[in-house]
DNA sequence: CTGAAAGCGCTAACAT
DNA sequence: ATGTTAGCGCTTTCAG
């Protein structure tokens, strides 16, 4: 930098304001262009660790993701990574497991490395990790997964609706004894959708109390298979399943086929995320489509606004899903349907909060 | 810590000497005691910034990957982050396109903080990237992708080799008319994987200068649908494609489905990486599996060791691939094989070199 | 084995 | 509008 100076025939400090954008404009253009010429002559850039260490500040931007990285998470990564590249942030990502002290660590480790923000995507609905973020006032905004109260910003698909679309479309078909395949109820993204679930069959005027419901401890294709297998043992007259996410929905797939059934004739199944290829399986899935690139490009948004203003309001954005109808649903088999609903509704429950 | 210092009746060096692993066997391991208790008591931790202002390293890693994220590059990622962070390296990644002056700033740009090593997923067979971080002495491997010549070290599977199973599985089914839908030849990848299929079918008595070849210009499903069409209206005798990649080979699906076809009765079709999903798609993929987490891995412990030792003679780390046979491939239709084959060859074309 | 002191490259008061 | 100066928090010679 002094070489730099040197050369353009002024001091550092105006070869550093000259070159940073930000001050720029203390200086007088013409300064400001023999810089520039100095520098490029030079190769010279400057430092980002120096002036780190002097500012506190890095231009760098830490993203937690679960580590059991399933497809939703790496759209996310890159539409935030994307986003915050073109504003001149680097990402670091460091890959969670469930361990929430590692996850503190984790997070420590980051702060100590001066990054100026972070993007929460393992998030459960009451996490300690949020509360340390906030405990250490490091801008932060959750992302896919919500809490139960709103302390951080964040962007999470409208889970409550998805589920209802799905609901609400099987209902279309003539189902009646729908169940839920439920995810993780610690985190919103199960929870919610499971509530949507229960709303949209009373909305229906199905009995929400007595439906068949199980959970499963993950989002895989394993303990999808797990708890449809409880499911179908303990309910065999079901006629359609809206499972809370794509992997548990093909877990099901698998328990359908080994149980010699057929999906949709003798049960129609309802995803949730429009993962890539589930058009391709067999038969294709139905399922809500979430953009989660688009989360990742608005959380990014989001939390470069909590960056740039601290201690603005959190903020929830909510991004609306959409049915997409494939051929894993259809009419339920004759003979199945005794409940009966409601004459064809689309009766959403438009009161339901969307509280997490 | 001047505080611990103080707290600790040291002189900061001391600190500073018991604090980090490489330097504590020169202080008293009774001072070292002191030093971390009173680190411990005012939750003192390192600043990794100014010890990288200081000694220009960081323990961070940068990553480069292409930005069109296919599947591939997730494991490779993760599994390269998991074995770096347990060596107390971070990682930056950075999502890539194609032109090669920006993918140049990017690396510039992680070089400026100070990262201590590049892992370079995007390389093409004679790539300026590559040319570029051994100019600037940058510890650099290679993932997935190799050059055309060894310059920098990699993991990488074995392409050649891969292809070759492929080929011989179908010629053991009874295929002769096989051809190959060949991926980007830039790419180590692409290119590879057709001399392995052109050399296979040599090695198994068939006639290796006319086989039908389309390359799709990169690794989609679009693009393997219309490599896939042009391939099958200019030669609709064939019974099986040896697809370079899964998306290519399920762009070829989509194809035949178009045109009515049925694979595998009419068609069969191996892919090649086994990503997720591929086993329930219909028909479930023949593919060649890749461990894309071991390359990771293996590509983070070649990286370590190019920080430790600078200089270190460039080596090729090459992974087995593994045929994995599912639905996709079977018998040729009667009358369809007019050209014969060997008889029933694993003939292996063991003397072809992996050279890209 | 430990203390002293210099300085990594930059930025931000403050002064002019 | 620009120059001066004092560090940001650490590591590492060099002395002792």
Redesign the pocket.
Known sequence: ??Q??ERA????????????P??R????P???ARVMKAAEELG????????S?????SKLVGILVPDIATNVFTPILTGATERLSEHGYSVIVAYVGGDSNKQLDLAQGLIARRVDGLIVATASRDDPLVTFCIERGVPSVLVNRAEKETRLSGVVSDDLLGAQLAVDHLVELGHSRIAHLGGPREHSTGYLRHRGFIHALAANGLDAASAPTEFAETYTREQGAAAARRLLSAHPGITAIVAANDLLALGAYDVIREAGLNCPRDISIVGHNDMPLVDMVEPPLTTIRISHKEMGRQAADLLEQAIETLDRPARNVVLPPKLIVRGSTGAPRKGAGRKSAKAGGTNRAASVSNEV
Chains 1, 2 share one sequence.
């Open positions: 930098m002094k730099v100076a025939g002024v001091h550092v400090s105006t070869v550093s304001r000259a070159l940073n930000e001050t404009s203390m200086v007088v013409e300064s400001v010279y850039r400057l430092d980002p660790v120096a002036a260490l002097r500012t506190g500040r």
